[in-house]
Nanobody, 114 residues
Framework: VQLAESGGGLVQAGGSLRLSCAAS????????MGWYRQAPGKQRELVAG???????NYADSVKGRFTISRDNAKNTMYLQMNSLKPEDTAVYYC?????????WGQGTQVTVSS
């Protein structure tokens, strides 16, 4: 499984961005996917996850502001981020899980200015 993120950038506080994660390879084996982020000096943390059946979960810090979704026809997962805050600044990573094996994308930088 190969993952490629896109859509990061610089945005002012209160603005919006949409991240994309395109999956290729053995995508039929993917059970769940998720978005993680890592800010400088901090551990990587879960932002949002989505299962193959469409169940979703979110970190408390992004509930009501971020929405995770996927388009199976395009083999792509999205993260719609609204009402962005400076504390959302981080490198955002896409992750896929296939029966206990994990795959990561290269990450995309999101910077929110105050």
């Amino acid at each position: 499984v190969q993952l490629a993120e896109s859509g990061g950038g610089l945005v002012q506080a209160g603005g919006s961005l949409r991240l994309s994660c395109a999956a290729s390879g053995s995508i039929f084996s993917i059970n769940a996917m998720g978005w993680y982020r890592q800010a400088p000096g901090k551990q990587r943390e879960l932002v949002a996850g989505i299962t193959w059946r469409g169940s979703t979960n979110y970190a408390d810090s992004v509930k009501g502001r971020f929405t995770i979704s996927r388009d199976n026809a395009k083999n792509t997962m999205y993260l719609q981020m609204n009402s962005l805050k400076p504390e959302d600044t981080a490198v955002y990573y896409c992750k896929a899980e296939t029966g206990g094996t994990y795959y990561w994308g290269q990450g995309t930088q999101v910077t929110v200015s105050s």
